[in-house]
């Protein structure tokens, strides 16, 4: 079992940038592939982003790709979520999840562990 607790978010504008920060613990981090997934106010869970085991491999939703960068340090524990020229239209509570798999999904059915959730509001 993985204990994951995000970090990172906040209210900031248009354009501007955040990066959020989750960390494990427990099972060994590099078992999982990770993943972080957003929810908005009356909508679906959706996947963000995705990275593989030893961080070779990323996969991004259409809607961020080119401004939102995954990252993982596995001698820290910790994935990233690196956001940049945000817009309204990204707030959300951002979740990172753990999947005990090689193969990275976008489907929030595929993780086994999630964390509580980190607050990311974009002002217009």
């Known amino acids: 079992q993985v204990q994951l607790v995000e970090s990172g978010g906040g209210l900031v504008q248009a354009g501007g940038s955040l990066r959020l920060s989750c960390a494990a613990s427990?099972?060994?981090?590099?078992?999982?592939?990770m993943g972080w997934f957003r929810q908005a106010p009356g909508k679906e869970r959706e996947f963000v982003a995705g990275?593989?085991?030893?961080?070779?491999?990323?996969y991004y939703a259409d809607s961020v790709k080119g401004r939102f960068t995954i990252s993982r340090v596995n001698a820290k524990n910790t994935v990233y979520l690196q956001m940049n020229s945000l817009k309204p239209e990204d707030t959300a509570v951002y979740y990172c999840?753990?999947?005990?798999?090689?193969?990275?999904?976008?489907?929030?059915?595929?993780?086994?562990?999630w964390g509580q959730g980190t607050q990311v509001t974009v002002s217009s």
């Open positions: 999840a753990a999947d005990l798999s090689s193969v990275i999904g976008r489907w929030s059915r595929n993780y086994d562990y």
């Open positions: 427990g099972r060994t981090f590099i078992d999982y592939v």
């Open positions: 990275i593989s085991r030893s961080g070779s491999n990323t």
